[in-house]
């Protein structure tokens, strides 16, 4: 994905009216499972939790509402976070 269409991307948890990303925010690409595509928002988080990954909310998971998404750093590519599978 080049820079111009990484910057089209949406962006998890955004208003629908205000969905692409913003300057002066660093973001990662959100790769497989009910998020794929979208772009998270992962300013001010530290190396550590960025490393450790994200259990994100949705409603369109394997568990319905209530569950949560899996993402986690790529080995080769720290700009896209795969998924991980879903938990409740």
């Excluded at 913003?22 to 988080?45: F, I, K, M, N």
């Excluded at 190396?47 to 080769?76: C, F």
């Amino acid at each position: 994905m080049d820079e111009l269409e990484f910057m089209r991307g949406r962006v998890y948890g955004a208003d629908h009216d205000d969905a692409g990303p913003q300057p002066g925010r660093a973001y990662v690409e959100l790769v497989g499972g009910p998020l794929d595509g979208l772009l998270l928002d992962v300013t001010g988080l530290s190396d550590h939790e960025v490393r450790a990954g994200v259990a994100l909310p949705t409603e369109i998971g394997s568990h319905g509402p209530g569950g949560r998404a899996l993402y986690a750093p790529r080995a080769t590519d720290s700009r896209r976070f795969e998924w991980r599978g879903d938990t409740p």
